[in-house]
């Protein structure tokens, strides 16, 4: 198998050898007298729309999914293609990803690093700290549903349509004088892809449907309607692959005949016809491959079956909607609009299309929805789509930027429960990352470096140059703080705080004193990517490990002293933060990038690291480091403005930051051109990364909401091109759910609806004149407080909606924010009676949100080694399980009883294993009061 990394995609294109590697820049021309179809208008134009399929090209095709399972739609005539994947069907299989070679040699790298020789300390660490396999391992397709409908010739008025409103890819067509259409959608209630094709006239409907995969895989037919895929994947860095796939699709018809044999599915002279695709794998997680992905498959399929298609689509839908609708935007429309979705990007330099920007914005919000739920693998470089062996890079995580860019609109676009999925990943983490801080740093705690897979490989790879950086796990462990600063959840934070405490733990065990300047470092890392003499990236210090570090210990401090533990430990990290090297100003005004004043080697570098402190971070800012402040914009001014796709989103943040409207316009506009954004919308590097859309959305949030210095800021960086809009469902920190409508530039209404009682800092320059200010929960008048002519300071009470206006401005029930319900503290967890084995399991819930919430149980072996257990338990509340992993279940109204899986093996003395599940939950959300553990 071929290997497309990261660094052979960055060598090939600098040696003018990318062409066979990324897609050319595309053209599409303007439709005279053309008009966004009806169906377009009813979705207030939040959806892509063509008048042409996708032919063969896969930046053509819509993407749907349901956060596991994922399709590419191509809407062709004559042959339909979804092209499939399943979110953990990854190359290779467990592995053990520590050197322990490593912490034998680290003393002598730091010497060398520290003795300026660079290159050198790069050669021992290639030899000594790699990883093992040097490489990761790459998500990969499942294949592809073909659907053969013959010839499309005389083909007309063709539409196909991404409807982001209802997660629905619609395709129509008129052959042969009959009206045609295809709607497919990816239900993640029921687990299931639809297929739906209806005709304006009976038995119309005639096609021949099978499965194709580049993967090792068996094609056959279970039943009289019904076509199996049975694979596993591929084998790569000598792991063999291990995981198992089963993939079935079935058909069922209104009027004409089904049927199936060697592996070819047949209707013919159907009215109507439902085709449903299940997609089972053995991944259990990322220790255990011996899932039933037999009967996973056929048990969705066949409870899908059950359900009417109306009945489908309405509980697709209501799941959909429930995340979707918390947030609307509105910038404004023009006639850019009316033409194909292709067509306005070509143009968009040359026109003036604001909607464009909120279905920009709109799109990174469903493809997060689309590619990330509760339970599932996060969001990859690539979501969930990807119809390669060997895609670029392995669409696996990229810890240095694009994997917590992913997850940058997450919090403040009102999508916290998709969130979930990055810190069960960390929690996997820090089980791989402490066998490589013990085997490669002599450590305690767990590190990661720049990237991960499926697998959770922890240590360093593709080489020195690239992945000796050390502070990957310490940014993802940021991510809770900072989530936890969105929601308040408490329980959320007690769930997560052994992984915070552990990535802080494993830099008070390695920082080491630099001997010249006596700050702490970390030696040896690197500044992402990017060379400060010849041929060496490794250093000691770089200002993004700085910077993160300071985040680092500041949460762990913080979540210490709100759960009200480890006090010795908060001391130690505070100590330590003191002693890291500051931000510094270099003799070009920039902000250094390194502890020395060097000069990139190469100034337009796509990574821009050493602004961490600036975005995602805040220990750059306007008014608290006024001198930093002007240093990032110099440094900016120097990287210049272009750069790849996702590079190009993360400045739109920067400049957002820098309260700077116009240039983070400018960005965005450059991010609106046929090199970086494919004809469907996906995000190009080049290639496709999704991270660049996820950052674009990130980032018009951030012009229109800022809540990192203990304040909201309505419209900070609103460009001139947006004079008249409005928004509704932004979250701010503080637990705040903020709307707001402007016109002329400037304020007419601010909402903001209160998660918990507090004092609320707003500010705007709405409040330089005569505004108002009330509680409109109650009718009362809020007292407030004035501490700069634009900030206004007001106590508020949890639940309430408090609305700050202009004079003479009527009420608008648009700007009313979208309710989000604020997360219930979680409760203490719940743990059985001992067994007669000594064996106790605990409850625990591990994640809420309206309607639902994520909840394990841990089974801990007592003195002796268990092989099987039960657990069961009463919900209090009319809990239902809807998903559960890493374990099999019954329930029976409140009565709920979970049993081992063969897979998950025995559980040594003193061990434990932990089973996870989904669930809905009507109302209050309390754990059962009382679990019993059998074993045997």
């Known amino acids: 198998m071929s290997e497309v990394t990261r660094r052979n ?53 819509l993407p749907i999914g349901n956060g596991r399972l994922g399709a590419m739609v191509f809407g062709n005539v004559d042959t339909e293609r979804l092209q499939l994947n399943e979110d953990t069907v990854w190359a290779g299989g467990p592995y053990d990803s520590a050197n322990t070679r490593g912490a034998a040699n680290l003393a002598e790298i730091r010497r060398r690093v520290f003795a300026d020789q660079w290159t050198s300390a790069q050669d021992l660490i290639n030899q000594t700290m790699m990883g093992s396999p040097g490489g990761q391992l790459a998500y990969q397709t499942v294949g592809d549903l073909r659907l053969a409908f013959g010839s499309a010739s005389g083909a007309t008025q063709y539409n196909r349509t991404l409807d982001l409103t209802t997660a629905t890819v619609t395709t129509t067509y ?61 084998s790569m860095e000598g792991v063999n692959g291990s995981v198992r796939f089963l993939a079935l699709a079935n058909a069922a018809v209104t009027g004409g005949t089904v049927s199936s044999s060697g592996g070819t599915l047949r209707v013919s002279g159907a009215t109507s016809v439902t085709v449903l695709i299940s997609i089972g794998t053995s991944y ?15 048990n969705r399929l066949n409870a899908a079956r059950s359900v009417s298609v109306d009945q489908l689509r309405s509980r697709h839908r209501t799941d959909y909607q429930a995340l979707f609708n918390r947030v609307t935007i509105d910038l404004g429309r023009t006639a850019a609009a009316d033409q194909p979705t292709d067509v306005r990007i070509a143009q968009h330099a040359s026109t003036n299309d604001p909607q464009f920007a909120a279905l920009l914005f709109q799109f990174g919000r469903y493809l997060l929805i689309s590619s990330s739920r509760p339970g599932t693998q996060p969001a990859n470089l690539q979501g969930i789509w990807n119809d390669s062996l060997t895609p670029s890079w392995d669409s696996k995580y990229t810890v240095n930027a694009n994997l917590p860019m992913n997850y940058w609109p997450a919090d403040t ?57 050390q502070t990957g796990g310490a940014w993802l462990s940021t991510l809770i703080w900072d989530h936890y600063l ?64 300071r985040d680092l210990f500041d949460a762990a401090a913080r979540a210490s002293e709100v759960l009200g533990v480890d006090a010795t430990f908060r001391s130690q990290v505070r100590t330590a933060k003191d002693r890291l090297p500051p931000s510094r100003v270099g ?53 210049g403005d272009d750069g790849t796709g996702w590079s190009l989103a993360w400045k739109i943040n920067f400049w957002a930051r820098l309260e700077d409207g116009a240039r983070a316009h400018k960005l965005l506009r450059d991010l609106v051109r046929t090199d970086r954004l494919a004809p469907n919308m996906f995000d190009l590097h080049p290639p496709f990364q999704i991270d660049g859309n996820f950052g674009a959305t990130s980032g018009i949030a951030e012009m229109l909401l800022h809540s990192h210095t203990g304040e909201l800021h309505l419209l900070p960086a609103l ?21 707001l409508t402007w016109s002329s530039g400037q304020a007419d209404e601010i909402t903001v609806r209160a998660d918990h009682d507090g004092t609320l800092r707003l500010r705007s320059r709405l409040f330089t004149g ?62 059985s009676s001992p067994a007669p084995s000594g064996a106790r399991a605990t409850y625990a819930i591990t994640g809420s949100w309206s309607g639902g919430f994520q909840a394990e149980v841990t089974v801990t072996a007592g003195a002796t080694a268990i092989r099987g257990w039960t657990v069961s338990w009463t919900f209090p509340n009319g809990q239902v399980i809807n998903q559960i992993w890493s374990g099999t279940h019954t329930q029976n109204g409140a009565n709920v009883t979970v049993r081992n899986v063969d897979y998950n093996g025995s559980v040594p003395a003193g061990g434990s294993t932990t089973f996870g599940f989904i669930g809905s939950a009507g109302g209050t959300n309390n754990p059962p009061a009382n679990l019993t553990c059998t074993t045997s």
């Open 413 to 469: 676009t009102n999508l916290s429960e998709c969130f979930l999925p990055v810190f069960d990943m960390v929690k996997d983490l820090t089980v791989t990352g402490a066998r490589v801080a013990q085997a490669q740093y002599g450590a305690g705690g767990w590190v990661t470096h720049h990237n991960t897979d499926a697998w959770r490989g922890a240590s360093v790879v593709d080489g020195a140059f690239w992945g000796m950086w």
């Open 9 to 61: 995609i960055i060598k090939a294109t600098a040696a003018g050898a990318g062409a066979a590697l990324v897609p050319a820049a595309w053209s599409a021309a303007a439709r005279a007298g053309s008009a966004a179809p009806p169906q377009v208008l009813a979705a207030n134009d939040l959806a892509l729309w063509y008048d042409e399929p996708a032919g063969t090209d896969w930046l053509r095709a």
């Open 486 to 549: 969105f929601t308040g959840d408490s329980g959320f934070l007690q769930a997560n705080y052994p992984a915070l405490k552990g990535a802080a733990q494993f830099f008070l065990d390695t920082l080491v004193a630099h001997p010249t300047l006596g700050y702490l470092v970390t030696n040896p890392s690197n500044s992402p990517e990017l060379a400060h003499h010849a041929n060496a990236s490794v250093c000691a210090g770089p200002t993004m490990d700085n910077q993160i570090l």
């Open 770 to 831: 005569s505004f108002t200010v009330a509680d409109v929960t109650d009718g009362s008048t809020p007292a407030t407080t004035r501490p700069e002519s634009d900030v206004v300071a007001l106590t508020v009470r949890a639940g309430h909606t408090y609305r700050a206006a202009r004079p003479g401005v009527t009420p608008s029930p648009t700007a009313t924010p979208t309710s989000t319900p604020s997360p219930t503290p979680t409760p203490t967890p719940t743990t």
């Open 719 to 739: 460009p001139s091109a947006w004079p008249a809009g409005q928004v509704a469902g932004l979250r701010g920190r503080g637990g705040y759910t903020v709307a």
């Open 587 to 639: 003799s070009r005004g920039n902000v250094q990038e390194w502890l020395a004043d060097w000069v990139e080697t190469e100034r337009t570098h796509r990574h821009v690291s050493h602004l961490y402190g600036l975005h995602p971070g805040n220990q750059i800012t306007r008014r608290g480091t006024p001198a930093l402040y002007e240093a990032a914009r110099r440094t900016l001014e120097l990287r």
């Open 174 to 234: 008129v052959l042969n004088g009959v009206r045609h259409q295809r709607e497919v959608f990816a239900s993640a209630p029921d687990q299931v892809i639809v297929l739906r094709l209806t005709a304006d006239r009976a038995n119309a409907i005639t096609f021949s449907a099978a499965f194709d995969s580049p993967q090792r895989t068996t094609v056959s037919s279970p039943d009289g309607a019904t076509v199996a895929l049975d694979g596993i994947s591929g």
């Open 284 to 298: 259990v997680n990322y220790r255990t491959v011996n899932g039933d992905y037999q009967g996973i498959a056929s």
